[in-house]
């Protein structure tokens, strides 16, 4: 009898974390969160559900405890790399770049191929304003995984930030051949083509942009950068309009200390979006 009841219990565990998974896939954090409780009640030792419930946390923006989830998966086993990158993760999002730099490489210590843990470290750097670890990081997450769209489009964040100009359009020429529709890519193009003065490329950068993204004012105001640049005052403000009524507290702000705009700040064109 005993036997049996051990299976029974193991079955209906086994029913609860296959069901918090499913929940965590379908996007329910909640329920699956519920889930591992009633694992975790039973099996209190069980490492992956910790893990799994502090990534469904992670998710639910309840970070302290998905912190806690994670530290507690540590203390069962503190050379699982999950568990660590989950916790740099979860610093990362409360803005503690420093601790989450130290998790990523706690977890890379243990599994020094896993690209999502060297672009999470990029990630962190990028934020420190540590630009040339930056670009190793991403280099790194690239060499591991080069079919990532996102890690050429970081990559091209390092080298901008870097001032290393041709080099940061490449990687962003990555990007798009992996993703066409990666309308954040060819915004940045654009406004790297803006700091080149080629306005012209860049709005055309800035129209693909627009073209897979509509509600998007980081692509108008590149745009109205662009037409401001040139001197063609009535395009710049029409673009402008679309920003500002996209995201006013933004870019009605941000327009009036810009120098890409000194030149056609009071003209008359502008002036009216501003004031309207």
């Known amino acids: 009898m005993a036997e049996k009841f051990d299976n029974s219990v193991t079955a209906e565990w086994d029913a609860w974390y296959g069901q918090g998974s499913a929940l965590m896939a379908a996007g329910h954090?909640?329920?699956?969160?519920?889930?591992?409780?009633r694992v975790l009640a039973r099996d209190p030792a069980n490492y992956y559900a910790w893990v799994l419930r502090g990534q469904a946390l992670c998710e639910l923006q309840a970070y302290d405890a998905s912190l806690d989830s994670f530290r507690v998966a540590l203390r069962l086993q503190p050379k699982q790399a999950l568990a660590w990158h989950g916790c740099g993760v979860v610093q990362a999002k409360q803005g503690n770049y420093q601790a989450a730099l130290q998790s990523f490489d706690h977890a890379l210590d243990l599994a020094e191929d896993d690209p999502k843990a060297w672009y999470n470290r990029g990630n962190a750097l990028l934020r420190l304003h540590r630009y040339e670890e930056a670009l190793f990081s991403f280099n790194k997450a690239i060499?591991?995984?080069?079919?990532?769209?996102r890690a050429w489009y970081n990559k091209a964040l390092a080298l901008a930030h870097l001032y290393r100009y041709p080099e940061a359009l490449g990687s962003l020429d990555s990007a798009i051949a992996l993703k066409r529709n990666c309308h954040y890519a060819w915004t940045y193009k654009g406004l790297i083509l803006n700091k080149l003065h080629q306005y012209d490329q860049a709005l055309g950068c800035f129209a693909k942009s627009l073209k897979y993204r509509k509600s998007n004012p980081n692509a108008w105001y590149g745009q109205a950068t662009s037409y401001a640049l040139r001197g063609d005052?009535?395009?710049?403000?029409?673009?402008?309009?679309?920003?500002?009524?996209?995201s006013p507290n933004l870019y009605s702000v941000m327009v009036q200390t810009d120098p890409n705009f000194t030149a056609v700040l009071q003209q008359p064109e502008i002036q009216s979006v501003l004031q309207a």
């Open 29 to 37: 954090f909640d329920g699956a969160v519920a889930k591992f409780d």
């Open 143 to 149: 060499d591991h995984k080069p079919e990532s769209h």
């Open 233 to 246: 005052i009535p395009q710049a403000a029409d673009s402008l309009r679309h920003a500002i009524d996209q």
